[in-house]
């Protein structure tokens, strides 16, 4: 399996619903470096598994919906606990979405899955990490 990674961060204020989140009930801010990684069992006939601007590109615009944002505040987010982990199903839920319609060119339709990692700090992180898969 081949695999390529992309990295950018975003920086984002939120607000969890339950006890079990404590003090992060309250309205915080948080910093994350994204890791998108995508993998294909082989490579195209230029040997690329994807163009690496293309997925850099793709994976700012995905960003930018996030990014300086009160999360509590987007629709997308409504009634949703956007934690660490559920913020890497939904990006991947995009990317995967980018794969399949054509967004990430035509070695995006080779990759079979992909793992986003979204690291909170130099001690704390979390993934998401499915195939493709259809729409």
Known sequence: MFSLTV???????????????????????????????FRAPKLDDLHLLIDIGLAKEVLRRILSGLDYRNLDEEPVFAGKNTTTEYLCLHIHGLLAAACRDGTLGAGGRG?????????????????????VGQA
């Not at 961060?9 to 910093?31: C, N, V, Y």
């Open 111 to 131: 990759v079979s899955a992909i793992k986003v990692l979204l690291r909170e700090s130099h001690i704390a992180w979390a993934a998401f990490e499915g195939p």
């Open 7 to 37: 990295v950018d961060h975003i920086m984002i204020a939120h607000s969890f619903r339950g006890a079990e989140f404590g003090p992060a009930q309250r309205l915080h801010g948080a910093t994350f470096v994204v890791e998108a990684e």
